[in-house]
């Protein structure tokens, strides 16, 4: 059987950085501690006024390139995902590629190229589409490129405006890979959800507090289908547990619940037992919500716990560094997870190879998915080739007016002529648009 998964990836942050607790909340009249203790974020990437979705998923696709030293002739499919597309029939990926093949010999006109939609989870189900193309032995040989790239902006105003971010992730995906194998077993929890969407719209309406619930509710359905094609879960199976990170503090409830469900008639729970009581069971409740009610006291009781805490902060603390840096990233967010967890044991001289990580990605409206991933012998080759700390000190920050301006910059609604704030070098870089109204770029040395 081949091996096939993630055998490099990239990241490319927004260019400029705005801190949340000190320079947002202040202005928005809030306490900064909704930010780093609530939310669980300390600054959010932005785009310059040169940068968008393209620049971004090429500039990351381009180092990737380099670093691997690939020419277009190694990719045979380019799949992008973004919940940011300015376009309903020209998919992102054509844009990137026409970028990419400014400055490498040769082509992608082989190269079969699609966009994905599906909020969030859009770029786990691209890694699902080029998995499927490989193992089905269409590949002849070649890698697929997948970009998740995104600009996630909300309405002034908004609630979601806490949560913002902008990057994109490239990942090369192919046989015997040198970062994590996927697994073929995978779960699902999908259901028609009115909780964030964008009606041929460029900001979303969003219901936040429901999007948690949905959210969480999605992710227990598909953990559980999980466990249904690759039997139960246990929280000792796993050394990372990456999820979807909209905001730190999300993670934190869905970890909760996750640790619930895997520990449930395991010796955990026994261990537990004196201290907090067992788990509530459903047949010993006459409603639901009486049920409910008693699941909401345990878990209050349970993330007090000491075996909780330290699982927490060995298996998912380590995934929320690179969010709480740079905010929701939408497509390219469980892959920074999964980033910043390899990072850490990178720091930390663990010995990952062959460990397992569980990975559970999410996308509103509404659709989760739970696989899991074995690191290969040479993830630390791989990880210590990506500059994340660089690339996250090198961002500019701007102050609150600066950062009024850049939204009205990004604004599809707004035309006002900004001065960028960053000088571009070696980068893709938008240009303006074209007589078709196509958006037009170049690289610049
Ligand atoms: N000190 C410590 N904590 C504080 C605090 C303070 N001074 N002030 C507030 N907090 C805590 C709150 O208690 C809350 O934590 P809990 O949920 O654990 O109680 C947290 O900080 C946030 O505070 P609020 O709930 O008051 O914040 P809000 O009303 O401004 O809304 C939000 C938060 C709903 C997440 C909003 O930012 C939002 O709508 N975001 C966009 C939607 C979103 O990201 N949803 C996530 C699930 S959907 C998804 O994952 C897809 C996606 O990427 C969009």
Redesign the pocket.
Same mark, same amino acid.
């Given at each position: 059987m081949t091996s096939v998964g993630i055998d490099a990836m990239e990241i490319w942050t927004g260019k400029l950085v705005l801190d949340l607790p000190n320079t947002f909340a202040p202005v928005k009249g &809030?306490? @900064? &501690?909704?930010?780093?203790? *609530?939310?669980g974020l300390h600054t959010s990437s932005f785009p310059d006024v040169y940068e968008d979705i393209v620049t971004m998923g090429a500039n990351a696709a381009k180092q990737l390139m380099d670093r691997k030293g690939l020419t277009p002739a190694d990719i045979g499919r380019i799949d992008v995902a973004t919940e940011s597309a300015f376009d309903n029939s020209k998919p992102v990926s054509t844009y990137i590629a026409g970028c990419l093949e400014q400055v490498y010999d040769g082509d992608f006109r082989h190269a079969n190229k699609g966009e994905r939609k599906f909020?969030?989870i859009a770029g786990t189900q691209s890694l699902d589409d080029a998995y499927n193309w490989i193992k089905a032995g269409r590949n002849r040989g070649r890698a697929a490129l997948v970009i998740a790239t995104d600009t996630?902006l909300?309405e002034r105003g908004?609630? *979601? &405006?806490?949560?913002q971010g902008a990057g994109a992730v490239a990942m090369l995906i192919d046989e015997d890979p040198d970062l994590v194998e996927l697994s073929t077993e995978q779960g699902y929890g999908s259901m028609d959800e009115t909780?964030?969407l964008k009606p041929n719209q460029q900001f @979303?309406s969003?219901? *936040?507090?429901r999007?948690?619930q949905?959210?969480l509710a999605r992710m227990r359905e598909a953990l559980e289908d999980y466990e249904s094609v690759a039997g139960r879960t246990h929280p000792d199976l796993f050394e990372y547990i990456p999820f979807?990170? @909209?905001?730190p +503090?999300?993670v934190?409830?869905a970890a909760l619940l996750g640790f619930r469900h895997m520990t449930r008639d395991t010796d955990i729970e026994d261990d537990l037992e004196s201290e907090i009581g067992r788990q509530p069971r459903e047949a010993d409740f006459e409603t639901w919500d009486d049920y409910e009610e008693a699941i909401r006291g345990y878990m209050d009781e349970l993330k007090t716990t000491e075996q909780y805490r330290d699982w927490y902060g060995r298996v998912i603390e380590p995934t929320l560094d690179i969010s709480s840096r740079v905010g929701?990233w939408?497509t390219g967010?469980v892959h920074i997870a999964r980033l910043s967890a390899l990072i850490a044991a990178a720091d930390e001289g663990k010995d990952m190879t062959g460990k397992q990580l569980l990975v559970g990605s999410? +996308?509103?409206g509404?659709q989760a998915e739970i696989h899991a991933e074995t690191v290969q012998e040479t993830w630390l080759d791989e990880i210590e080739a990506v500059d994340v700390d660089d690339q996250l000190a090198a961002r500019t920050e701007i102050s609150f007016d600066d950062y009024e301006l850049i939204h009205d910059v990004h604004n599809h609604e707004k035309e006002i002529e900004v001065e960028e704030f960053t000088q571009p070098e070696a980068e893709f870089v938008f240009t303006g648009w074209g007589r078709m109204n196509e958006r037009r770029y170049e690289y610049v040395e």
């Open positions: &809030e306490d @900064p &501690e909704k930010y780093t203790k *609530g939310l909020a969030c996630a909300y908004d609630p *979601g &405006e806490a949560t909780d964030f @979303p969003v219901d *936040g507090k999007s948690m949905v959210y979807h990170t @909209p905001f +503090g999300m934190r409830k929701n939408y967010s999410y +996308g509103s509404a």
